[in-house]
T-cell receptor, first 115, second 113 residues
Framework: ETGVTQSPTHLIKTRGQQVTLRCSSQSGHNTVSWYQQALGQGPQFIFQYYREEENGRGNFPPRFSGLQFPNYSSELNVNALELDDSALYLCASSSRLAGGLYEQYFGPGTRLTVT | GENVEQHPSTLSVQEGDSAVIKCTYSDSASNYFPWYKQELGKRPQLIID?????GEKKDQRIAVTLNKTAKHFSLHITETQPEDSAVYFC????????????FGSGTRLSIRP
């Protein structure tokens, strides 16, 4: 298993609420990416954080936002939850060095259910 | 926008036979192509990757080939075993910036005993 951890494991929220998901990156990794994986689908890129700044974003609305902290851990915040936000949220950590981005390793995910 | 198409969506092979999964990508800037294996209820795990400066890479029973001109890349699993049963995802990104990694829709591989 990788050293990437996520919390919580499962979460149930009501439509319109806000949620914060957390990710601790693997030791030595300075980049965290977040993905949404709907049932039976591939992971969809939400955004990536490098050195505490957003470094690329997928096709997700502004109500999906994030943070990266000095220890490289990260949060994903989703406001005004919708039913379609129900999914597995995965974070992946990697090292971004001069030569480019090295392999990323996924955490176990947070299963979010919006009712 | 960028897109990665993956085929087939399901694949069933006899134990011991080979399995091949194919992907195509649209963004010509893509130069890094990882493959992930995801077992039921578990996280995706990187099994092999290839960068655009090589055409083929092999790791024991797993190999990946890349045709940059055609924007195709494929995963080959030889001598399949029951533990190979899982969902496999291909992905593509620009390695130098890697600000976005696009995944295929997945292939559910079943190994028949």
């Amino acid at each position: 298993e990788t050293g990437v951890t996520q919390s919580p494991t499962h979460l149930i929220k009501t439509r319109g609420q806000q949620v914060t998901l957390r990710c601790s990156s693997q030791s030595g990794h300075n980049t965290v990416s977040w993905y949404q994986q709907a049932l039976g689908q591939g992971p969809q890129f939400i955004f990536q954080y490098y050195r505490e700044e957003e470094n690329g974003r997928g096709n997700f609305p502004p109500r999906f936002s994030g943070l990266q902290f000095p220890n490289y851990s990260s949060e994903l915040n989703v406001n005004a939850l919708e039913l379609d936000d129900s999914a597995l949220y995965l974070c992946a950590s990697s090292s971004r060095l001069a030569g480019g981005l090295y392999e990323q390793y996924f955490g176990p995910g947070t299963r979010l259910t919006v009712t | 926008g960028e897109n990665v198409e993956q085929h087939p969506s399901t694949l069933s092979v006899q134990e011991g036979d080979s399995a091949v999964i194919k992907c195509t990508y649209s963004d010509s800037a893509s130069n890094y192509f990882p493959w992930y294996k995801q077992e039921l209820g578990k996280r995706p795990q990187l099994i092999i990757d290839i960068r655009s400066n090589v055409g083929e890479k092999k790791d024991q029973r797993i190999a990946v080939t890349l045709n940059k001109t055609a924007k195709h890349f494929s995963l080959h699993i030889t001598e399949t075993q029951p533990e190979d049963s899982a969902v496999y995802f291909c992905a593509a990104s620009d390695y130098s910036s890697a600000s976005k990694i696009i995944f295929g829709s997945g292939t559910r591989l079943s190994i028949r005993p």
